[in-house]
């Protein structure tokens, strides 16, 4: 085994949710419309795997799918600049072949049903490929992550409940916001049956998945947000600025879709560490002022329960300056701050006394 290969596989898999955010984001960048299953087994110690019907893998892949910076999502270098997809680095994979068992069945809309099973080495090299039975997808399997790396697999086993419970927060995130996929995860412990953790419906709508997750009860606890920002900048603050009439100002649309805890009844104790945002449908981080300064429009200490999708020009914001994609950076974030928070401060309106 290389070490230099381990080490730098520390970059994108650091945990069970890295795994699992990656292996979806890889579902769902193959079109799929059902993640049948994210199945874990002793939560995820044992067995990760995640079961889609997606567009599957072409043949003349297998050899180079967990091959360091092997990726079919760029087809050139300018491609980086338009980044549609979620994965483009062709590192997920090769990093859990050095970290893991990794295998992978797959069929296309030509092969199936049939289909292979691909077993990969250490070194993400393809050992074996076995004719099997398989419908049009991809079931990607991680077995005993972090085996390679003992103290962090010792860590892992430590930590497994916080993991896990940090995993299912991501997996609700996903499933919050995907419409028109269906997401299901189940753990099975030791001889127990498999019980399930999460499941939404498929349905294509925010509120829908809204439901399946939290229930119904919680529904008037919060109220449907759908609002639009505009800003205008100095043409000097923005990086690429695309030709215009006007060379000085250029104005950036941003929409905010979600659902957001009403300010009086909706800030039980229980919605406090429920807040989930996402760029584009893409599940991120943002800054912490942007939302600090959001919070205090509520005149408390307690924070909402938020579903924010922020919609906005990719020329706009910055991805991937963090190894694990999830922290964004908008630009000309104050006058973002300040319009959010106008906004907001009219639709809490209502409940000022
Ligand atoms: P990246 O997503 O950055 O391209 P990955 O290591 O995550 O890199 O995946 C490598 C390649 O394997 C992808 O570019 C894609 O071609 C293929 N692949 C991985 N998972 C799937 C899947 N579930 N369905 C179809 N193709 C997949
Ligand atoms: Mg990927």
């Given amino acids: 085994k290389s070490s230099v290969h381990r080490i730098c596989s520390g970059q994108v898999i650091v945990d069970l949710s890295t795994t699992i955010k990656e292996l979806v984001e890889n579902s769902l960048d193959a079109q799929a419309t ?29 050899e180079f799918l967990a091959l360091k910076h092997h990726t079919s999502k760029l087809s050139c270098f300018e491609d980086l600049t338009v980044i549609e997809s979620f994965g483009f680095r062709g590192e997920a994979l090769s990093s859990l072949s050095a970290l893991s068992k990794l295998t992978v069945i797959t069929s296309t ?13 250490a070194n993400g090299r393809l050992a074996k490929t076995i004719p099997t ?24 086993k430590r930590n497994v409940k916080r993991e896990f419970a940090k995993a299912l927060t991501l997996l609700q995130a996903y499933g919050i916001i995907s419409e028109g996929v269906k997401i299901t995860c189940t753990n099975q412990t030791g001889r127990s049956e498999r019980t399930t953790i999460l499941a939404t419906s498929g349905n294509k ?26 800003i205008e900048s100095e043409r ?3 990086v690429d600025a695309t030709e215009s009439d006007d060379n000085s100002r250029i104005e950036t649309v941003i929409q905010v879709v979600g659902y957001i805890s009403k300010p009086i009844h909706g800030c039980g104790r229980n919605t406090t560490d429920r807040q989930y945002y996402y760029i584009n449908g893409r599940p991120c981080t943002l800054p912490k002022a942007f939302f600090n ?24 914001y910055d991805v991937n ?3 694990d994609k999830r922290t964004i950076y908008i630009h000309d974030e104050k006058k973002v701050v300040d319009a959010m928070k106008n906004q907001l401060i009219q639709v809490f309106e209502p409940f000022r006394s």
Avoid: W
């Avoid at 993640?35 to 997606?54: C, M, S, T, W, Y």
């Avoid at 809309?109 to 080495?121: F, I, M, N, T, V």
């Avoid at 419908?135 to 003992?150: D, I, K, M, N």
């Fill in 34 to 62: 059902s993640i049948a299953e994210v199945r874990l087994k002793n939560h995820g110690l044992e067995l990760i795997e995640v079961i889609d019907n997606g567009i599957g893998i072409p043949e003349q892949n297998y």
């Fill in 109 to 121: 809309e030509e092969q199936a049903p049939s289909g292979r099973k691909l077993e990969y080495d």
């Fill in 133 to 156: 039975a398989r419908e049009r997808g991809t079931t990607v399997s991680v077995q005993r992550l972090f085996e390679s790396l003992p103290v962090r697999q010792k860590e892992f």
């Fill in 205 to 230: 709508s925010i509120r829908e998945n809204f439901v399946n997750i939290f229930g119904a009860k919680q529904l008037p606890q919060v109220m449907a947000i759908d609002f639009q920002l505009n």
């Fill in 236 to 238: 000097s603050m923005m």
């Fill in 293 to 316: 300064e959001v919070y205090k429009t509520y005149n408390s200490n307690q924070l909402p329960f938020v579903i924010a999708d922020v919609r906005l020009d990719k020329s706009r």
């Fill in 321 to 323: 300056v963090s190894p």
